[in-house]
């Protein structure tokens, strides 16, 4: 790498743009192109017989157990329907603990004699077996045992994926061991909406409402990302090795004009955009919003809220489009949550709520006092659970690329409290007083009951940008998720920890029934839940130091980074959670945060390993070189008798050798640490985990913090390194 491959990284860049931003798709109807690529609902009555449909709907739909003779029939249909469609491959696409996707594709071939057969059993449909052992299992067992199943989810559609000489069908599975452990996200999020179904009929059931059969968790995923030009990509070695820049100074402009956001997609985004939501519309993903986001090159894409497992299966796909499109156009799509510091990071807001079979969305006010009487019901619940678990949702978001977002003035902090708005806190304050909104003398009181819950408001508040779980009209937005992370570990404990909720409400609702009947039940359990509760509510800035001091005095945890919150993971409260609604067993929670541990360890000494190479190969000869030639200029001024004019110039190189030598001191000491680092064997404290954070951090953010200055000062043809200016404003 040298200066010469940044300027030749601008030369390509300003070559090619016009080129690429006249490139142009064929245009097809949104109607045409959703779903054409989907083994969905009418590719199955087409291709399935209607015995055969009908019973695999109500496997998807209602959460019946799958007919094993159905197997053949459905997997001679998705062969049948994938070969039409150029398919020659078929795969079991799973997603296992590296926060991505897997796959293992095998032909749709058998040999008969001299005759070729395409063949697809329902025995290859229902169970895969991958190598699977370089998969991180955090414990469950050795690498030498590498057996491990993959298992049809018929709740997620078959789709296929498009290739330049074929297409491949794949199948959506979860992934397990040869002895039953989870190995993956899916079988854990599967078992976790089965929890919610069941603790939601059991509350809806202790409020009278026996009518819902299926109550199932919606997901919708906002999806924020970085786009940057594949020439400064390739120059950036930091960005290769890790995803964000581990250097580089602040430009003179960065968002402050805030003039990004929302504002006109420039031709060559747009395109790039364009031809993203083509490919996911095929797919089915139903991605509705596209915009630019506050930071410079950053934009983000939302869809229409789904079911939880099928909305992680489109945001899993959603990531994976986008970054191979974005090569197609020249981009590199960056999915880091902090790729560049001084600007804003990256979420994936986490938008959820709970529906019926009916339609019916549960964390809906409605417009009748029965709609509002469920609500609060529900309300409540959920208000509990973020109480009561708020370490499980904070380590649920904690990795060390999400480290550098909250709390960063930027994004939700690292404290976990809930947001409600003005309006609906008065009301649920009021409901707590049992008063209609006031301490007014004479006030009738509030009840729950059907005929006398006056209509609650909707909508009635602004949104709040600092709260890490915001309630935001009919769901609760749970904004402290990483851009890069899957969504499955974050819903697969708030599924968890509100069942455990729900259940804990029916079951006190039931009991005080048979002592004062149910209207009073709801009104004394709901009024007791929320008062018990409200101190995680908090509607003011969560980027304030006072409310750090007032979280402290309401007793909320404030785990600040990764290594303080996965402390918590191994609490007999979450052991005991998540074995009562099975969810995770012992081992397999236990296995998820030994994961967690060593996922952070491997990112930093990536990060560390790279900004050493990086500094030593490529900034410190530019810094030696531009102090080669001041020295130069220093002497020749000297020689010439210079007077008042030489002072000066001594001066700053008197300066500069020193933050010279501070690089490379700085230098030397990271090397030191990542070496000691190496040597550290992990054990029940996780040593090794808090040396990075405490000792090979700050030693890398000292290397940065010398070496954006000398960036400043060195002449700007030797920088090697394509500068923040650049990737963000020019492409």
Known sequence: MSSGLRRQALAAILATQPALARQDQKVRRLAELYGMNVFGEQAMREHLPEAAFKSLQATIRFGKELDPHLADLVANAMKEWAVERGATHFTHWFQPMTGSTAEKHDAFLKISGERLLLEFSGKELVKGEPDASSFPSGGIRSTFEARGYTAWDPTSPAFIREGTNGSTLCIPTAFCSWTGEALDTKTPLLRSMEAINLAALKLLQAIGRRDTRVVYPTLGCEQEYFLIDRNYFLARPDLVASGRSLLGARPPKGQELEDHYFGTISPRVLAFMEESEHELWKLGVPVKTRHNEVAPSQYEVAPIFERSSLAIDHNMLTMDIMKKVALRHGFVCLLHEKPFAGINGSGKHNNFSMATDQGENLLDPGTTPAENMRFVVFLAAVLRAVHVHSDLLRITVAHAGNDHRLGANEAPPAIISVFLGSELTEVVNALVKGTNGGERKGEAAMRLGVSSLPPLPKDATDRNRTS????????????????????????????????????????????????????????????????????????????SKEWEVEAERRGLPNLRNTVDALSTHDSEKNFALFETYGVFSRTEWDSRGNIAFESY????????????????????????????????????????????????????LKEYFELANELIKSLDRLRSLIAKGETIHDGPQHQKARFFRDEIRPAMEKVRGVADQLELQVDDALWPLPKYREMLFLH
């Open 468 to 543: 890490p779980f915001a309630f935001t009209g009919n769901k609760f937005e749970f904004r402290a998720v990483g851009s890069s992370q899957s969504p499955a570990g974050p819903n697969i404990v708030l599924n968890t920890i509100v069942a455990e909720s729900m259940t804990w409400m029916a079951g006190k609702i039931a009991e005080a029934e048979r002592k004062f009947g149910l209207e009073a039940a709801i009104q004394q359990v709901t009024q007791q839940v929320l008062k018990d509760h409200m101190t995680v509510v908090f509607n003011g800035n969560g980027y």
């Open 601 to 652: 360890e491997k990112a930093i000494h990536i990060e560390a390993l790279s900004l050493l190479e990086t500094a030593q190969t490529m900034i410190l000869p530019a810094v030696l070189k531009h102090q080669e030639r001041l020295a130069a200029a220093v002497g020749a001024a000297r020689s010439a008798n210079a007077g008042v004019d030489l002072y000066v110039q001594e001066n700053l």
